[in-house]
């Protein structure tokens, strides 16, 4: 792997994005969006007096954009200010040629000629890495975030395989999130945390049983489900078509802002799959699913395994049974 570091001015940076040269499109990469309003006019201010800030990490390859592997927040929220798409919280005016300019509440048209031509001019360090392996890729990923505050769920990348990372990144982009999950919960990656959940579902028996849903046991899951993907390459991606096709079908039946509880939705899939793979018919499931989803707050029987502890085995463990015997009496 080759590494190239150099400064860019604002200015130059954000034509590239605009050009589509460069893309905030990676597996490893979170969302857009993710920082606070306070923390996007932190940056911006420090910026305007030229404090350093960490270096943007883009992988380079050949007929491609330049894919930002860390730094996202950081540029996107440039971009964003630039397209006056935010204004600045409160900040202390700034000073340019002994002259103060005021910077709160103010978006990148409202400020002062000068300021702007300050931000336009200021420069980012971008690191630009060739020939880069996936296994570069992860490793470096890794280190670079080595104690910054990732949760539980964007921490289990580094466990994975290539071939997981791809395919749980090919399934966040699935109509069913967007339709479910809020804002927040996408920034949080929860989206992941479902599909590693419902894989958890789909793969247990007999020889391995599903057990609960704490971070421990699912970093074991993803790491031993990477040796699988090694070891029956041609089994699990037909499992993943599966499901593949089975989020789809879920993504076209719920709407936009459907109200489900995050517990809920690695059952959906579980069943859906279910539906699939038994060939049974999906019109009895969605039947079914839907008047579950409108009752189960006073379904007893499911609901002893919603309260407290709900990643405990006895809960998980519960609620899987639950469903699981629902699927086989459709």
Not at 79 to 100: Q, R
Not at 243 to 252: A, K, P, Q, T, V
Request: hydrophobic fraction near 35%; include cysteine; aromatic fraction near 10%.
């Amino acid at each position: 792997m080759e590494t190239t570091t150099r400064p860019r001015v604002v200015h130059s940076a954000m034509n590239d994005i605009k050009k589509g040269k460069i893309s905030f499109k990676h597996k490893l990469q979170r969302r857009e969006g993710v920082w606070t309003k306070k923390q996007k006019s932190l940056l911006i201010d420090s910026l305007l007096k030229h404090y350093p800030t960490n270096p943007i990490y883009l992988v380079v390859e050949e007929g491609e954009p330049k894919r930002v592997i860390d730094g996202l927040q950081r540029l996107s929220t440039i971009k964003d200010y630039t397209n006056d798409e935010f204004t600045l919280s409160t900040l202390d005016d700034i000073e340019i040629d002994g002259v103060p300019r005021k910077l709160s509440g103010k978006k990148f048209s409202e400020l002062d000629p000068a300021v702007k031509e300050e931000i336009s001019g200021a420069e980012i360090v971008l690191c630009e890495l060739r020939d880069a392996t996936d296994k570069d890729i992860i490793e470096l990923f890794s280190r670079i975030n080595n104690g910054k505050p990732l949760n539980s769920t964007q921490k289990l990348t580094t466990f994975m395989s290539v071939e997981l990372i791809d395919i749980i990144s090919s399934m966040v982009e699935n109509l069913f999130f967007n339709n479910v999950l809020t804002e927040k919960q996408l920034n949080d990656s929860v989206d992941v945390d479902i599909i590693i959940e419902s894989l958890m579902m789909i793969d247990s028996n007999k020889d391995r049983e599903l057990k609960s849903f704490t971070a421990g046991e699912k970093r074991k899951f993803v790491q031993y489900y990477s040796e699988k993907f090694k070891e029956e390459p041609d089994n699990q991606y037909e499992k993943m078509d599966k499901i593949s096709e089975g989020l789809n079908r879920l993504g076209n039946h719920f709407e936009k802002d459907t109200k489900m509880p995050k517990l809920l939705m690695p059952l959906c899939i579980y069943g859906m799959y279910r539906m699939i793979k038994d060939n049974k018919s999906f019109e009895k499931y969605f039947n079914w699913l839907d008047d579950f989803l409108a009752g189960y707050e006073n379904n007893e029987e499911f609901l002893q395994y919603c309260n407290s502890g709900t990643t405990s085995a006895a809960k998980v463990q519960g609620r899987f049974q639950y469903f699981r015997s629902a699927m086989h009496d459709l």
